[in-house]
């Protein structure tokens, strides 16, 4: 729907025509063939000439003395005009991405909730498959797959090269190839795997479309066993934050969300911000041996995948590659390194900036009851809340342009929730801002939600039901956290009894149990001057 507005504001405001996909399909079949080299360099010379040039530089304030003057930026751009430049040569190994292919798994164990359209095979590695085939979205097959462990395994002494592993991986290429190599081969296909090792979890995620399925499956087997180091994408990764860092660090809203995270974690080691000094602490050989680590044991890993395809063709798929992965039946569990949030309340102000804008962050947390029907009510007074402070702080007072009340909630390594509220204001009215959102909340606390408000809140959680249920991403999303967690994955499908359950007196209580103004955190962004 976007490039099809863009084409008719195109039109109006520029009169370009609008001939259609298929006509401008022909057009390129027809004019590409007929393009020359010559014809690409006439073009960039007349583009790129010498003349009416324009060269700006931005950078911190505390940087103006070193930055270079007019005379040698105009040095820097003729030498770089003067090299003699050879043609391009292709160096992709020509090999497919497998020397050869792992020896096959079968699936050992079959279940299924036929009401639901899933199948759930466990394969003789000990592997987990969750499959549930869709035709919401032509040819999209998505998946992800997770294991508990996660950083929370990494040592206090190996942190930074841990909390850097997948970013270093993901740089360095898979097997024989390069990243740059590994972006040549997959060219022209729709196969795409990915890995991420979270807090408290690691996984592998990604998708094809169906004629690109098995290249699918190779990328997975050879994300989990086929990890490399490469020591010069690590170079340039590392040299790469060292400047975007020391830039973002001078941001105002860098320091703000600095400084939340700080507040909540109560300064714990494990929730800093990655900074220029700690760059310095990142060793490539330590990244690779933990990434290996956390990927060395497929026995306890769940995947789940949705979309266009049928269970006939994706069975050897899965029992040849999946089934192939590494399993050492370790028992792993969740560390809890004791990331707390503060008991009490705390204030904490940051100045940085010039513009002439507050901006105000007020986090609620503490334990959590989560289930399903918690996190519907929590959401829900969230939802109505947004509501009531938009009314007041916007409308009533036009004091903002608007109001966020974000909820989120954890289950590893205890159950937690987190509430928070943000806007933006004038520095001038940040305090009494703050005073009202604070009665806001009390009058919530005691009064509650008006019918209104929650009917209009059950309608569009049914609403989001509906149109999220032929989604292939949420189903995923979904179903995945339900097998994870152990929790019952029919109520994916049917939510309407905890909808049911939204009234203005649990939403009222939800306020009370989760808006203690006896513990939270304030942080507010003020300007320098």
């Given at each position: 729907?976007?490039?099809?507005?863009?084409?008719?504001?195109?039109n109006?405001?520029?009169?370009?025509?609008?001939?259609?996909?298929?006509?401008?399909?022909?057009?390129n079949?027809?004019?590409?063939?007929?393009?020359t080299?010559?014809?690409?360099?006439?073009?960039?010379?007349?583009?790129?000439?010498?003349?009416?040039?324009?060269?700006?530089?931005?950078?911190?304030?505390?940087?103006?003395?070193?930055?270079?003057?007019?005379?040698k930026?105009?040095?820097?751009?003729?030498?770089?005009?003067?090299?003699?430049?050879?043609?391009?040569?292709d160096t992709?190994?020509?090999q497919?991405?497998?020397?050869?292919?792992?020896?096959?798994?079968s699936?050992?164990?079959?279940?299924?909730?036929?009401?639901?359209?899933?199948?759930?095979?466990t394969?003789s590695?000990?592997?987990?498959?969750?499959?549930?085939?869709?035709?919401?979205?032509?040819d999209?097959?998505l998946?992800?797959?997770?294991?508990?462990?996660?950083?929370?395994?990494?040592?206090d002494?190996?942190?930074?090269?841990?909390?850097?592993a997948?970013?270093?991986?993901?740089q360095?290429?898979?097997?024989?190839?390069?990243?740059?190599?590994?972006?040549k081969?997959?060219?022209?296909?729709?196969?795409?795997?990915?890995?991420?090792?979270?807090?408290?979890?690691?996984?592998?995620?990604?998708g094809?479309?169906?004629k690109?399925?098995?290249?699918?499956f190779?990328?997975?087997?050879?994300?989990?066993?086929a990890?490399?180091?490469?020591?010069?994408?690590?170079?340039?990764?590392?040299?790469?934050?060292k400047?975007?860092?020391?830039?973002?660090?001078?941001?105002?809203?860098v320091?703000?969300?600095?400084?939340?995270?700080?507040?909540?974690?109560?300064?714990h080691?494990?929730?800093q911000?990655?900074t220029?000094?700690?760059v310095?602490?990142?060793?490539?050989?330590k990244?690779?041996?933990?990434?290996?680590?956390?990927?060395?044991?497929?026995?306890?890993?769940l995947?789940v995948?949705?979309?266009?395809?049928?269970?006939?063709?994706?069975?050897?798929?899965?029992?040849?590659?999946?089934?192939?992965?590494?399993s050492?039946?370790?028992?792993e569990r969740?560390?809890d390194?004791?990331?707390?949030?503060?008991?009490?309340?705390?204030?904490?102000q940051?100045?940085?900036?010039i513009?002439?804008?507050?901006?105000?962050?007020?986090?609620?947390?503490?334990?959590?009851?989560?289930?399903?029907?918690?996190?519907?009510?929590?959401?829900?007074?969230?939802?109505?809340?947004?509501?009531?402070?938009?009314?007041?702080?916007?409308?009533?007072?036009?004091?903002?342009?608007?109001?966020?009340?974000?909820?989120?909630?954890?289950?590893r390594?205890?159950?937690?929730?987190?509430?928070?509220?943000?806007f933006?204001?004038?520095?001038?009215?940040?305090?009494?801002?703050?005073?009202?959102?604070?009665?806001?909340i009390d009058?919530?606390?005691?009064?509650?939600?008006?019918?209104?408000?929650?009917?209009?809140?059950?309608?569009?959680?049914?609403?989001?039901?509906?149109?999220?249920?032929t989604r292939?991403?949420?189903?995923?999303?979904?179903r995945?956290?339900?097998?994870?967690?152990?929790?019952?994955?029919?109520?994916?499908?049917?939510m309407?009894p905890?909808?049911?359950?939204?009234?203005?007196?649990?939403?009222?209580?939800?306020?009370?149990?989760?808006?203690?103004?006896?513990?939270?955190?304030e942080?507010?962004l003020?300007?320098?001057?």
């Open positions: 729907s976007g490039p099809l507005a863009d084409e008719f504001i195109r109006f405001i520029e009169t370009e025509p609008i001939p259609g996909i298929v006509y401008e399909y022909g057009l079949q027809r004019f590409l063939p007929e393009i080299l010559e014809e690409v360099n006439a073009v960039a010379a007349n583009w790129m000439p010498d003349r009416n040039r324009l060269v700006a530089i931005s950078a911190p304030e505390r940087d103006k003395a070193s930055l270079p003057t007019e005379a930026l105009a040095a820097a751009i003729a030498a770089a005009g003067a090299e003699r430049l050879t043609a391009y040569v992709t190994r020509n497919p991405l497998l020397a050869k292919r792992p020896a096959a798994g699936v050992a164990r079959a279940a299924g909730l036929d009401a639901l359209g899933i199948t759930e095979w394969l590695n000990g592997v987990h498959v969750v499959l549930k085939p869709t035709m919401f979205k032509q999209q097959i998946f992800r797959a997770v294991s508990p462990g996660g950083l929370s395994l990494a040592s002494a190996d942190f930074i090269p841990a909390v850097t997948d970013v270093v991986m993901a360095s290429g898979l097997g024989a190839f390069s990243r740059l190599d590994l972006d081969v997959l060219a022209g296909t729709t196969a795409s795997v990915g890995s991420d090792i979270g807090a408290t979890e690691e996984g592998v995620a990604g094809a479309a169906r690109d399925l098995e290249t699918m190779q990328l997975i087997y050879l994300t989990f066993t990890p490399r180091a490469d020591p010069v994408a690590f170079g340039v990764l590392t040299g790469q934050l400047l975007s860092l020391g830039n973002r660090q001078a941001t105002p809203g320091m703000f969300n600095e400084a939340i995270d700080a507040a909540v974690s109560q300064n080691p494990r929730a911000p990655l220029t000094s700690t310095d602490l990142m060793n490539l050989s990244s690779l041996a933990f990434y290996k680590d956390r990927f060395a044991d497929a026995s306890d890993f995947f995948f949705v979309g266009s395809f049928d269970l006939a063709t994706v069975k050897p798929l899965v029992e040849q590659y999946l089934g192939g992965l590494p050492l039946h370790r028992e969740v560390r390194v004791g990331i707390r949030p503060p008991a009490g309340v705390v204030e904490k940051v100045r940085s900036g513009a002439p804008r507050s901006q105000v962050s007020i986090v609620f947390t503490g334990p959590f009851q989560n289930d399903e029907q918690h996190r519907v009510i929590a959401s829900a007074m969230a939802d109505t809340l947004a509501g009531n402070l938009q009314r007041t702080l916007r409308e009533d007072l036009g004091g903002t342009y608007g109001v966020s009340v974000v909820p989120r909630f954890a289950k390594p205890a159950g937690e929730y987190r509430v928070t509220i943000e933006a204001c004038d520095p001038a009215r940040r305090e009494a801002l703050v005073r009202n959102a604070f009665r806001v009058a919530y606390k005691t009064d509650g939600p008006g019918l209104m408000q929650v009917a209009d809140t059950r309608a569009a959680l049914t609403r989001d039901l509906e149109t999220n249920l292939n991403e949420y189903l995923l999303n979904r995945l956290f339900k097998y994870e967690y152990g929790e019952d994955v029919g109520e994916v499908f049917n309407r905890f909808y049911d359950q939204v009234t203005p007196a649990a939403l009222r209580d939800a306020a009370r149990e989760y808006l203690n103004t006896n513990r939270y955190v942080v507010t003020d300007p320098e001057r």
